[in-house]
């Protein structure tokens, strides 16, 4: 035996919209009929598919799409590039070049990934940070003994 009741449907919640409280799949858009002239900073990911001249410093993800031109310093977290940048990138942890993008600047991250047609012309930096040491102390040599080495 089976009962039922007709009641209505609850409403379906609302979602809040909360420009804070954004998640980690969101990103900042610019778009591909967009020109920014200046610094871009933030903490969030950053997806340019239109033009930008200056500089960008992210905290978080750089994604330069294929219809993109950059022209900027660059430094984020991780950078990757379809489109075409012509600057410096500096990257906390990898720089991308996929196959369709064009770099002109020099590259320093640990991690640096170029795929096969990507243009490139630059340099690259993988070097990473040893701690400040004074010389003597890990070879048993003085300071000056060190330097003439």
Known sequence: MAFFKDTPAAPKP????DSYAQSANEATH????????GTVTG???VVIDGNVKGKINVTGDLHIGRQAQVEASVHAKNVTIEGKLTGDISADDR????????????????KIVVAEG?????????GSLKPKEDPSTTL??????????
């Open 30 to 37: 610019i778009g591909p009929h967009i020109n920014v002239e």
């Open 43 to 45: 903490g969030d990911r």
């Open 140 to 149: 048993g040599m003085t300071t000056a003994q060190a330097k003439t080495k």
């Open 118 to 126: 990507a243009k490139f012309r630059g340099s690259v930096d993988m």
């Open 95 to 110: 720089v991308e070049l996929v196959m369709t993008s064009t770099v002109d600047g020099n590259i320093k991250a640990p």
């Open 14 to 17: 609302v979602p809040r919209v």
